[in-house]
């Protein structure tokens, strides 16, 4: 079931915007559902793993109570002197 909907935006962009789905053949307001859906998309894709990622893992051990945030903040204290 379709809602109506009022937003306020810039002239500008709302103009482009036009311009924009009218060159696509599409609608303003499907222009926008299209957008809102697919930033609303719950879905999560599961990330590869590259074989050059894979290749470097386990190349460097860390003690086992190394704090990778510590370190880094000292990294940074560093950096910034």
Known sequence: MDKKLTLS???KIIETAKIYA???NTSL????ESYLSTLTKTTTKEK????????????????????VKDSYAQYLIEKYK
């Open 29 to 32: 307001s499907k222009l926008i």
């Open 22 to 24: 009218k060159s696509n």
């Open 48 to 67: 590869e793993i590259t074989p050059l990622v894979k290749s470097l893992s386990g190349i460097i051990s860390l003690e086992d109570d190394f704090d």
């Open 9 to 11: 935006l810039n002239d």
